[in-house]
């Protein structure tokens, strides 16, 4: 774990960025330059008016049992998007990455995508069953679960068609639609070893077949090394229970594998000597290459990265000092370093890591930054600690085609232009 | 109590307990019966494992069909609105609009009876009989050209069709074919001499904005 704020030295990034003077460009519309020193026309009303809230007693301590965000936080919600699917049971939102910062991503922020729609599980009459190739088949109440050994890591759950609009060009403008079916989260659960063990594996044993409860009785296979390696059977999501949007009462946590093989609702386990083959490990979830033929199996998630701010639905509001930050993760293992581009990929700089940098989950990452008004295409590239660097869109496609839908992991361009305003673009 | 009793008292309790624990195992859970088991085990492989005994035609298929899936999957699989179209797409893998289809795509036929038994009719999951499935996987085989017309689809035979893109599935090789996206000190400073803008999102125009109150705010 990385918590220390490396090379966190303002005056040295503004050096390196080449100095606000020299960059100036014309003053543009709706932007506002403000000096650290800048002295106040007239007297804040802000201050001098004594505001309703110091004024009158606010709400009690049982007006909220369950709290929310802020009124003035309303509009930081998941988004969908209708035209990408038939009917909204079997379809995805977004999280907003734009509103967000740090590593974790809140409960009720976590992107959703069904496939039948949100199964309301009664946990009195939740089971787990394993059968198949075990000396015992078995069947666990959620009260057996709880009583076993737990555990609680921090993993990134990306769906495997995240940026999947945009393979063949810049389609949608937001982090939102085009990175948002990814959230980070604190499972709580029992490593799924400890379950396997309990109904005893046969020496056959080489594949597991995880099955959902919900309408569309998700299944998917994974291999039994991963299976004992580092799945959790998970019951709580950032300290409280599961949501039912997320599998309440249980889901499987296959770290760094993609999204759609983390079945919620989680019912059954069998265990087998090959995989089931089942539609979303062939008809959906396969990479379809440009040659026609198609990989299947891709369950590994590789290092991507993306910039939340500035993107289309955060534009830069201010000259002067800046924040950028982003979100850089790899399902191999471990973000070892981010590098940002503010002038197209022609130079880079190594960005800050800032908070717990983990296997298998998201890290943040910041350059603070001078602007003065100058166009940007800025970019991210994320490396992991296998020494897998992000490629761009362009080397993607030369391997994979324009047809892959899935997996897609290249780096992402936000145009900001001189009046702050930004916007999804590809670059040569 | 003296030493010596202590430790045999600590003896005597996990001998009480050695069933489970003596093999790693800690006792929770209990044996699942053979109902239980055969009321979840629903799961069809591509060997067959799993396949229940029934039978269905291609001609009982078509009744069902219509009846039951027509409304999304189009009355020939062709797909209704953005539901999923089911056959056809020959020879357009490669094309600028692939169409993944059970014929043109999909590996395994059991894909489609484990799916059908699983999770169709969409909204009413788990309602058909098994010869319904059989039924309902011998019709959309015979619309992707892969039996005729009069077949009869049944355990005994179902591990002899083959679907014709099966052969163009491989293993995932990212290690080898994109060996190269492994590479030691990208280049930093001086990358490429001239930037241009190859494409925009706006020109396409397809993000909801934000008055779309596409999702219901709490």
């Known amino acids: ?428 | 109590m003296s030493r010596f009793r202590k430790v045999f008292a600590a003896a005597l309790v996990m001998a009480a307990t050695a069933g489970a624990a003596e093999a790693g195992r800690l006792g929770l859970g209990r044996e699942a019966l053979p109902e239980e088991v055969a009321a979840w085990d629903i799961d069809i492989r591509p060997d067959g494992q799993g396949l229940p005994p029934g039978k269905g035609s291609v001609k009982e298929g078509e009744a069902l069909f219509l009846e039951k899936c027509a409304a999304c999957h189009g009355e020939f699989g062709e797909g209704a609105a953005r539901w999923p179209v089911l056959a056809g797409g020959f020879g357009s893998l490669k094309s600028a609009a692939p169409e993944k289809t059970i014929g043109s795509f999909w590996p395994y036929a059991s894909t489609t009876f484990d799916y059908i038994r699983r999770a169709m009719p969409f909204g009413q999951a788990q309602t058909l009989t098994d010869d319904e499935v059989y039924a309902l996987v011998a019709f959309l085989l015979s619309m992707n050209d892969v039996v005729k017309d009069d077949f009869v689809l049944s355990r005994d035979n179902f591990t002899s069709v083959k679907l014709p893109n099966e052969a163009a599935f491989y293993l995932d090789d990212r290690e080898t074919a994109e060996k190269h996206f492994w590479r030691k000190d990208p280049c930093m400073t001086a990358c490429k001499d001239k930037v241009e803008i190859t494409g925009r999102a706006r020109v396409i125009d397809v993000t909801p904005d934000d008055k779309d109150k596409s999702m219901k705010v709490e």
Not at chain 1, 17 to 45: I, M, N, V
Not at chain 1, 114 to 125: L, S
Not at chain 1, 334 to 355: E, K
């Open chain 1, 1 to 428: 774990m990385n918590q220390t704020a490396k090379g966190l030295d303002r005056r040295s990034l503004l050096a390196a960025l080449g100095g606000g003077a020299a960059l100036g460009a014309g003053a543009a519309a709706g932007l506002t330059a403000r000096p650290a020193a800048a002295a106040a026309a007239k007297p804040d009303p802000a201050i001098t008016e004594v505001q309703d809230w110091s004024r009158f007693l606010g709400e009690g301590v049982a007006a909220h049992p369950y709290g929310k965000p802020s009124k003035y936080e309303a509009h930081v919600v998941k988004r969908d998007v209708e035209w990408l699917t038939a009917g909204r049971e079997s379809s995805v939102n977004f999280t907003p990455l734009h509103e967000l910062d740090g590593i974790i991503t809140p409960n009720g922020l976590c992107f959703e995508r069904h496939h039948g729609g949100i199964a309301e599980v009664d946990p009195a009459k939740h089971r787990l069953m394993i059968n198949g190739l075990v000396d015992r088949q078995l069947v666990f109440t959620m009260d057996d679960i709880k009583r076993m050994p737990r555990t609680n890591r921090i993993y990134f759950l990306e769906c495997a068609a995240n940026s999947g609009m945009e393979w063949r060009g810049a389609q949608l403008n937001g982090c939102q639609f085009t990175h948002g079916m990814i959230h980070n989260v604190m499972y709580t659960g029992v490593p799924l070893r400890i379950l396997l063990e309990e109904a005893g594996l046969k020496t056959n044993a080489k594949w597991i077949m995880v099955e959902g409860g919900d309408a569309a009785g998700m299944n998917r296979s994974i291999p039994i090394e991963k299976a004992l390696d580092d799945c959790l059977i998970a019951f709580k999501m950032n300290g409280e229970a599961l949501r039912a949007e997320q599998g309440y009462p249980l889901r499987i946590v296959v770290p760094g594998w993609e999204g759609n093989m983390w079945v919620k609702w989680l019912r059954r386990i069998e265990v087998g000597d090959q995989p089931w083959h089942a539609r979303e490990e062939t008809s959906k979830y396969t990479d379809l290459l440009a040659d026609g033929r198609s990989r299947r199996f891709t369950f590994v998630m590789d290092a991507k990265s993306v910039v939340t701010n500035p993107s289309p639905q955060a534009p830069l509001k201010f000259k002067g000092p800046n924040v950028l930050t982003g979100m850089a993760w790899s399902g191999r293992g471990t973000i070892t370093r981010v590098d940002v581009t503010l002038d197209g990929g022609r130079n880079w700089r190594t960005a800050r890591l800032d908070g717990p940098v983990l296997p298998r989950s998201v890290a943040r990452f910041y350059v603070d930054f001078d602007w003065q008004g100058e166009e940007l295409m800025i970019q991210s590239r994320a490396m992991d600690d296998t020494g897998y660097v992000q490629p761009t869109k362009a080397e993607l496609r030369a391997v994979r085609g324009l047809n892959s839908i899935y997996h897609n992991n290249g780096i992402q361009t936000w145009l900001v232009r001189a009046n702050g305003e930004t916007e999804n673009v590809e670059i040569s």
